[in-house]
């Protein structure tokens, strides 16, 4: 029996590892494991192709049931970890087609973007990973281009997420495709409020602003309405985007949605490529 459930686990990790490395289509990866006991050295491998993290998958589990947890992550800078999303904000990432989206604890979540463009500089991308984290109220902590996330198919080990009958639970796989994000953080890409101008999303990098909850979430609009317009979609259809995801148009009055895509198209025009 025993023997039985450790080969079901095993297919169930490798499927979902296999996913998720199809979805990312990174040439290279690295793999990190944190000991959760303080007990043991951390492991870490870079530059691994994807054929070297499924032959590492069995190593991986042992690891994992040692008391790792086991984190990985795509190289280079086209790619953005967005973490600690709630189920609300995960809706919003989910707008901006990630390639992965896992469930790592109970109602928690993370996704990852495959950028259209890769950033120039880690400056660079370390704006888009913080104005990514803001938009979506996510983890400012974790906004950086090299930051490592887990891996679906292996348990959390967090003892917080320890239940009563002593079980860890498993980072799920929400969703898995070989998806380019309709995220386009140049020109036009955010605002400072909804009345000003579009400004270069560098423009700010060196003087982060604290906003109240509503004005992130006016901002997370207007960047949806702008990528949707940079698609060539109509204000009819933006505007269902936005009556389907948007909480602040559930909760304001008058034509708030019709207001944000009037806005968003004195900035944004659609892609030509």
Same mark, same amino acid.
């Given at each position: 029996?025993?023997?039985?459930?450790?080969?079901?686990?095993?297919?169930?990790?490798?499927?979902?590892?296999?996913?998720?490395?199809?979805?990312?289509?990174?040439?290279?990866?690295?793999?990190?494991?944190?000991?959760?006991?303080?007990?043991?050295?951390?492991?870490?491998?870079?530059?691994?192709?994807?054929?070297?993290?499924?032959?590492?998958?069995?190593?991986?589990?042992?690891?994992?049931?040692?008391?790792?947890?086991?984190?990985?992550?795509?190289?280079?800078?086209?790619?953005?970890?967005?973490?600690?999303?709630?189920? #609300?904000?995960? @809706?919003?990432?989910?707008?901006?087609? *990630?390639? $992965?989206? &896992?469930?790592?604890?109970? =109602? +928690?979540?993370?996704?990852?973007?495959?950028?259209?463009?890769?950033?120039?500089?880690?400056?660079?991308?370390?704006?888009?990973?913080?104005?990514?984290?803001?938009?979506?109220?996510?983890?400012?902590?974790?906004?950086?281009?090299?930051?490592?996330?887990?891996?679906?198919?292996?348990?959390?080990?967090? #003892?917080?997420? @320890?239940?009563?009958?002593?079980?860890? *639970?498993? $980072?799920? &796989?929400?969703?898995?495709? =070989? +998806?380019?994000?309709?995220?386009?953080?140049?020109?036009?890409?955010?605002?400072?409020?909804?009345?000003?101008?579009?400004?270069?999303?560098?423009?700010?990098?060196?003087?982060?602003?604290?906003?109240?909850?509503?004005?992130?979430?006016?901002?997370?609009?207007?960047?949806?309405?702008?990528?949707?317009?940079?698609?060539? @979609?109509?204000?009819?259809?933006?505007?269902?985007?936005?009556?389907?995801?948007?909480?602040?148009?559930?909760?304001?009055?008058?034509?708030?949605?019709?207001?944000?895509?009037?806005?968003?198209?004195?900035?944004?025009?659609?892609?030509?490529?």
């Amino acid at each position: 029996m025993e023997c039985s459930y450790y080969f079901k686990t095993m297919d169930r990790t490798l499927e979902q590892t296999e996913r998720y490395l199809n979805a990312l289509g990174a040439d290279q990866y690295i793999l990190q494991l944190v000991d959760m006991t303080n007990q043991k050295p951390n492991l870490r491998f870079e530059a691994l192709d994807a054929a070297a993290v499924v032959k590492r998958v069995g190593y991986l589990k042992a690891k994992n049931f040692e008391g790792y947890n086991v984190y990985c992550r795509p190289m280079g800078y086209q790619y953005v970890l967005i973490d600690d999303l709630t189920t #609300e904000s995960v @809706k919003q990432a989910q707008a901006l087609s *990630p390639a $992965v989206v &896992m469930e790592t604890s109970p =109602n +928690n979540f993370q996704a990852w973007l495959k950028l259209a463009n890769t950033p120039n500089s880690r400056i660079e991308a370390v704006a888009i990973c913080r104005e990514l984290a803001n938009v979506l109220g996510a983890d400012k902590q974790s906004a950086e281009p090299d930051h490592v996330g887990r891996l679906a198919g292996f348990t959390n080990r967090k #003892e917080k997420h @320890k239940t009563v009958s002593g079980f860890f *639970p498993y $980072v799920k &796989m929400i969703s898995a495709e =070989n +998806n380019v994000s309709t995220f386009h953080p140049r020109g036009g890409a955010c605002l400072n409020n909804e009345h000003q101008t579009a400004t270069p999303l560098l423009n700010g990098m060196n003087a982060p602003v604290h906003r109240q909850a509503s004005n992130d979430r006016s901002r997370a609009d207007f960047n949806l309405a702008c990528m949707l317009i940079r698609q060539g @979609k109509s204000d009819a259809d933006i505007r269902q985007r936005l009556e389907q995801f948007s909480e602040k148009a559930k909760e304001r009055k008058g034509d708030y949605i019709g207001i944000t895509i009037a806005n968003a198209r004195k900035v944004a025009t659609p892609n030509t490529y």
